[in-house]
């Protein structure tokens, strides 16, 4: 029964910190590091043994634990290949924009509803996420605080996340 | 609406703002917030589209940014991409082929006449005799019709000064006997004709001709 409640328990943290696990390690090795989901499968498994063996004795939050070990496994990673290859392995630009290519029709439908914004929230998106500007420079050019900046970013998010739904 | 102190800093995160001691700490606030961890999918996802297809989603922002902070030949070089260059060099060559119907089409008539001293342009008269030396004092000039409604005038020039004209409709004229006295054997005499149309306008010339009254041995 306690070994049953413990696997449930296992699954409920694989589903849970999976994603996260993924996110974390894609994000400082790059998605076109042909490593990165052996190291993801790595961690997993090595968290999932862990607290199998009753290291994790709930002195942190279970996110920080299994942080920690996520965060070492990857420092350990770029070690070994900074011996190997005399210098750490670079890491492919974050966000990459080739990473969602296989999802081409979520893409086309994000695409086309940004297309549907109004102007205002367009040229923030523009300035901001295409063209890479400061909050602050986005603030300048369009003579509104940053602040505002944020406000109209988070509400395009909102906005956008309305559309896809549809 | 739930709001997490964090929240603002997943823009910088993406983007690798954060310095290393910020980045640790959100980091590992993300491994602990579900909310921050899904806004950054979520953001992930519209940053990665943006890049990828900002250069459609965006054009309408693109080429209003670029009249902005553009310089003049910035501009000029922007406009001109190579797809404009085939459409232009498509516009010039259409331009290029009407001008050239409209040209042929409606091209003027030959200029009708500059005459100087010794040269004739334009229309001109075929003069049939005489135009060559001929034995007997020519009792008929004749030329060449240049059509309906057409009056000509014979100039007829003794050594270069003017011996006799007339006028008439015939595409030739008998000379009157008083002049063909005039003219003597041995004698180098010219000769033109020149047309005008029923308002006066002078539309054909022949060149002058000359012709000798042989001496009869």
């Known amino acids: 029964m306690s070994k049953k409640k413990q696997a449930i328990n296992l699954d409920e943290i694989y589903a849970k910190y999976g994603p996260v696990i993924r996110f974390r390690v894609r994000k400082s090795l790059g998605a076109s590091n042909p490593d990165w989901e052996d190291i993801v499968n790595e961690i997993i498994t090595n968290v999932i043994e862990k607290i199998n063996r009753k290291e994790f004795r709930g002195e942190s939050s279970i996110g920080t634990f299994i942080y920690t070990i996520t965060s070492r496994r990857i420092i350990d990673y770029i070690r070994q290949k900074s011996k190997i290859l005399k210098h750490a392995p670079e890491p492919a630009p974050f966000p990459d924009p080739h990473e969602h290519v296989e999802n081409k029709e979520r893409a086309e439908l994000i695409a086309g509803a940004i297309k549907t914004l109004k102007p205002k929230y367009r040229e923030v998106l523009y300035l901001y996420y295409y063209k890479g500007l400061s909050r602050e420079e986005v603030a300048e050019k369009l003579s509104i605080t940053p602040h505002r900046v944020s406000e109209r970013v988070n509400y395009s998010q909102k906005l956008l996340k309305k559309l896809v739904k549809k | ?217």
């Not at chain 2, 290393?20 to 959100?26: A, G, I, L, T, V």
């Not at chain 2, 259409?94 to 040209?103: K, Q």
């Open chain 2, 1 to 217: 609406m739930k709001m997490c102190k964090y929240e603002h800093l997943i823009d910088d995160y993406l983007f690798d703002r954060l310095d290393d001691e910020k980045k640790k700490k959100f980091e590992e606030h993300y491994f602990n917030c579900h909310y921050c961890f899904e806004k950054m999918v979520e953001r992930e996802e519209l940053i990665s589209t943006i890049k990828l297809k900002g250069e459609t989603i965006f054009q309408d922002e693109y080429v209003a940014d670029m009249r902005k902070g553009a310089t003049w030949f910035e501009k000029i070089a922007s406009f001109f991409t190579p797809k404009r260059w085939a459409l232009i060099s498509v516009y010039a060559a259409v331009v290029l082929v009407v001008t050239c119907v409209l040209i042929s089409r409606f091209k003027p008539s030959p200029p009708q006449f500059f005459i100087s001293e010794d040269t004739v342009r334009g229309e001109s008269i075929t003069l049939i005799s005489p135009v060559i030396d001929i034995k007997t004092v020519p009792a008929k000039f004749e030329w060449k019709d240049s059509g309906k409604n057409v009056e000509y005038k014979i100039y007829i020039y003794d050594n270069g000064n003017k011996l006799w004209n007339a006028t008439t409709k015939d595409n030739f004229i008998f000379l009157p006997e008083r002049v063909r006295k005039r003219m003597t054997l041995g004698g180098k005499y010219s000769w033109e004709v020149k047309a005008f149309s029923p308002e006066g306008t002078l539309i054909a010339i022949s060149s002058k001709v000359q012709f000798k009254i042989a001496k009869i041995e």
